[in-house]
């Protein structure tokens, strides 16, 4: 059994979350220009205003999560996916109560491991929602803008050539409202009833390899003197290369008995796992963006993700048993006939709009978006103090506010060090946590 599959039980809305290395944007709400491949192109003409400088990230997350790599494995007794799958969410920041123990990670570690307590009013304190359901996509590429410059040198159009990870993760986890309320104390463990939990979680991993054009159109009557004023339109063909797919439909379910506990040998299974998988893929995704320049102010539209696609051939699958929560017994790996010749996998597009404008000492941006986290809104403000700047923002994702904050400092001309702030709630009761974000600013 893979650590994959035993991930799906602790999967947690947030995941694709936390993967900016941008302290400067995090703190801002991690929202809007910097996702917009126009406004990028735009970024590659000097002015007052494009603010030109690379992020270099200061992994300090990564101390945390490879502290104890444990917790990760299916075959040590300090084995916990609730755990992990929250590390693996966010794994480049510092998170504040990251490694704190918690009822839901007693739980979910004692069903992988069949040793649940009989008695469910064992885990109360765990408050899990009684629906999750959340879509994270890391699609972060890297490469090169080849700019074709046009009168008085300044770019008009741009081969852009780069590639990078696809990883995209689902979940659909569902708890009984009986069993939350049970976790909860609002109630006692029902007599001879079954409780249950289900999940449906799939993940790609997928390389992409991406070529894109880009154009500025000028726009005579917007000139004022400003090289970067027009309208900015991009596109990116992404040819997605995948290595490995994984579904993973899960079923627990708790039977007691007249004592309100579980029964030690129940008559079905109580912990079901049907997988599908794959390791060989090929597909395509189309990335589209505008942005208008008008002097200080800057807007932006863009589709990432149009008719992306990827079909998974040599399909595999398999079903896993566990036929005690209580007795500590292992899996029982039976495998099944192929579900069929190809599978093709989708993922909702993203659409967003943005608006920025930048000031002599401040400036302040936001973004809205609707894709794999259905409504998302990012937002916020910087103002310059000499070597210093002041950031203040925030952002909505799954109707949760997510406040942060930030300072920036200019260590000399070319190099600055930004840190960030922020809330993130990537565990599976949605609790907020406060991560810290640090990044080198190379000012270009």
Not at 89 to 104: A, E
Not at 290 to 306: E, K, M, T, Y
Request: glycine share 12%; charged share 20%; with cysteine.
């Amino acid at each position: 059994m893979t650590v994959f599959s035993l991930l799906c039980i602790g999967a947690v809305p947030g995941i694709g979350q936390n993967f900016d290395g941008d302290a400067r944007s995090i703190a801002m709400g991690s929202g809007a220009d910097h996702r917009n491949m126009a406004l990028s192109f735009a970024g590659t003409i000097r002015d007052a205003e494009s603010r030109r400088y690379l992020a270099i990230p200061v992994p300090l997350g990564l101390f945390q999560i490879l502290r104890n790599t444990d917790i990760y494995k299916p075959s040590s007794d300090n084995f916990n996916p609730l755990r992990a799958i929250e590390n693996i969410s966010n794994p480049l920041h510092l998170t504040f109560g990251r490694g704190d123990d918690s009822k839901g990670e007693q739980l979910v570690s004692d069903i992988v491991n069949g040793t649940i307590s009989r008695d469910l009013t064992t885990y109360r304190g765990f408050a899990p929602k009684s629906s999750l359901k959340a879509q994270g996509l890391m699609d972060t590429g890297w490469g090169k803008t080849f700019a074709i410059a046009g009168r008085g040198g300044v770019p008009l159009h741009g081969i852009y050539v780069g590639a990078g990870p696809y990883v995209s993760m689902g979940t659909d986890i569902r708890f009984d409202q009986a069993l939350i309320d049970v976790f909860s104390g609002a109630t006692g463990t029902p007599q001879n009833s079954t409780l249950h939990i289900t999940n449906t979680t799939q993940g790609q991993v997928a390389s992409a390899v991406t070529a894109g054009y880009r154009v500025r159109l000028p726009l005579p009557s917007l000139s004022n003197n400003s090289n970067r004023n027009g309208l900015y339109l991009a596109a990116n063909y992404n040819y997605l290369y995948g290595f490995h797919y994984d579904t993973v439909d899960l079923n627990v379910r708790f039977d007691t008995d007249s004592a309100g506990l579980l029964a030690p040998l129940p008559s079905t299974i109580p912990l079901a796992i049907n997988r599908e998988m794959s390791s060989t893929g090929h597909g395509f995704a189309l990335d589209i963006a505008s942005g208008l320049v008008i002097d200080r102010w800057v807007f932006g539209a863009a589709a990432a993700g149009v008719g992306n696609r990827i079909d998974w051939e040599g399909l595999r699958a398999e079903k896993l048993d566990l036929t005690s929560l209580v007795s500590g017994l292992d899996f029982v790996e039976t495998a099944l006939p192929s579900p069929g010749a190809r599978r093709r996998i989708e993922l909702p597009v993203r659409y967003s709009g943005s608006g920025a404008y930048y000031g002599d000492k401040w400036a302040v941006k936001a973004e809205a978006a609707h894709g794999l986290q259905d409504f998302e809104f990012h937002g916020g403000a910087e103002y310059t103090l000499g070597p210093v700047q002041v950031r203040g923002g925030g952002r909505r994702v799954r109707d949760l506010w997510h406040p942060s904050g930030g300072i920036g400092f200019n260590l000399i001309p070319k190099l600055g060090v930004d840190v960030a702030a922020f809330t993130t709630a990537t565990n599976i009761e949605q609790a907020r946590k406060v991560s810290l974000a640090v990044s080198l600013r190379l000012n270009q």
